[in-house]
C-alpha cells in the first residue's frame, strides 16, 4: 500500500507541475501581449517585455513535458485496472503534449522574427508584423483544437477511475463531466467559433473533475484493498 501512495502522492505533484504554469501560457500571455486586431501592437508588447514573453513559453514547455509524465505515474498506478483503458490514456495524452509542443514553436515564431531583420529585409515591417501576428493566431487555433484531447483522455482516465474500486466513483463521473465540457468547447471553436466565448464561460465549472482527482491523490494517495488474510489451519 505504501507504494501505491507514493505513486499517487508523484502523480499529485505532477498534475501540479502540469497545472500551475498552464495558465501563465494559455491565458497570461495572450492577455498582456496579443492585440488581436493591431499587429505593430502585438510585436511591441513583445519587444518591450521579452523576458516576460519567454518565460510564458517556457511555462508552456514545462506543462507540456509534465503532462507526458504524469500520464507515465498514473498508468503505472491504474494499469492492473484495465489495461486496455489505460494504454489509450497515455496514447491520446502523447497525442495531445505532441500537439502542444510544436504549437510552441508557433509562440516562438515572433522571437525569431523579431531578431532576423537583416535575413529578412526583403519584408517591410508591416509585413513582418502581419507574420508575427499570423503565427499566434495559428497557436490559439492549436490551443483550441488540442482542448478536444484535453478532454478525451480524461475518458479512460474517468472509466479507471470508476472501475477501480480504490478512488471514489464521483471522481470518476466529474472526470468524464470534464471530458464533455472540454469537447463541446473545442468542436465550438471548430463549428461556431463566434459562441465559443459564451461556451467556454457555461463549461467552465463542469471541468473541476481533475481538480478533485488533484485533491484527492494529495490528501489521500491511492488505498490499495488489502487482501483478506487467509486463515492457517494447524496440521
Keep these: 500500500m505504501a507504494w501505491n501512495q507514493r505513486t499517487a502522492r508523484q502523480a499529485a505533484f505532477l498534475y501540479l507541475l502540469m497545472g500551475l504554469p498552464a495558465p501563465f501560457n ?33 511555462a508552456g514547455l514545462v506543462s507540456s513535458l509534465a503532462f507526458l509524465f504524469l500520464v507515465v505515474t498514473l498508468y503505472e498506478l491504474l494499469q492492473e485496472v484495465d489495461r486496455k483503458q489505460a494504454r489509450l490514456m497515455v496514447v491520446l495524452v502523447a497525442v495531445s503534449s505532441a500537439i502542444g509542443l510544436v504549437n510552441l ?50 475518458l479512460p482516465f474517468g472509466i479507471l477511475v470508476i472501475k477501480s474500486g480504490f478512488i471514489p466513483k464521483f471522481i470518476g463521473v466529474a472526470l ?23 461556451v467556454s464561460k457555461a463549461t467552465l465549472p463542469l471541468g473541476a473533475g481533475e481538480l478533485f482527482m488533484l485533491l484527492w491523490l494529495f490528501i489521500k494517495g491511492v488505498r490499495m484493498p488489502t487482501p483478506p488474510v487467509r486463515p492457517s489451519y494447524a496440521s
Design 176 to 198: 468524464l463531466v470534464s471530458c464533455v465540457a472540454y469537447v463541446v468547447a473545442s468542436v465550438t471553436y471548430v463549428l461556431f467559433p463566434e459562441y465559443l466565448h459564451v
Design 26 to 58: 494559455l491565458l497570461y500571455m495572450p492577455g498582456k501581449f496579443i492585440v488581436v486586431s493591431d499587429a505593430a501592437a502585438t510585436v511591441r508588447n513583445i519587444a518591450a517585455d521579452e523576458m516576460t514573453y519567454r518565460l510564458c513559453v517556457l
Design 105 to 154: 514553436v508557433n509562440e516562438i515564431a515572433p522571437l525569431i522574427i523579431l531578431h532576423s531583420a537583416d535575413s529578412l529585409s526583403a519584408f517591410t515591417r508591416e509585413q513582418l508584423d502581419a507574420l508575427s501576428l499570423g503565427f499566434l493566431r495559428l497557436r490559439s487555433a492549436g490551443v483550441n483544437v488540442n482542448s478536444a484531447l484535453w478532454g478525451l483522455w480524461l
